[in-house]
């Protein structure tokens, strides 16, 4: 049996900007990835946030569609038949709530612009500490990858390229989000952005 792909760990804002979906394999049932511009290759991401709006959008059948916001921005999230755990788990939350989410990334064209959105396979009501640890953790990978993006491996090459990455940018986005945490200090002190 297939193992799944780790869900990597984005921020909204970089999963926003990002616009390089790609197969490797031509075979229809080959995985489909998201290439972001610190190099995050994602074939399911996992993010913890707030859930701020929810609402159902079908016609005949529940098609869920809600936002989750983190310090950065939001995640749009769409849940229906093809997503019944999630889709359930969704009608029964109430906003404003932590949620824990794991899903697809998927992009979609608008008006010329390439937008992202997410399938959740599985969203989890969770505390504020699992939602500052998470934002701990995702500063942390989101640093390693930026460093990693001058090390010249395939997927941080081709994100330089796609991207013409401004690493500024995101290391603003990381301390932004970090400065969000409460009892902030002790936790913090681990992460080192002079050498990036």
Known sequence: MLSREVAKRVFAREFG???MAFKE?????????????TG?????????????EKGDIGNDVEYWRARVVDPTGSFMIYAGQYQPEAAQAL????PPQFV???????TYEMS??????VRPERI?????DTYDLWILETARQTLQRLKQLNEGSEDATKAKEHYSTNIEHYKEMVLEALKTISKSGEKVSFIDLSDI
């Not at 075979?27 to 990835?33: R, T």
């Not at 009608?91 to 109430?94: D, R, V």
């Open 40 to 52: 995050a290759k994602c074939n399911r991401i996992f993010f913890v946030g707030t859930l701020i």
């Open 112 to 117: 010329g612009e390439t937008l992202t959105s």
């Open 91 to 94: 009608s029964g939350i109430e």
């Open 124 to 128: 989890h009501i969770v505390d504020a």
């Open 100 to 106: 824990a989410v794991i899903g697809k990334p998927n």
């Open 25 to 37: 394999q031509d075979d229809q049932y080959a995985p489909q990835y998201l290439l972001t511009p």
């Open 17 to 19: 900007e990002s616009d």
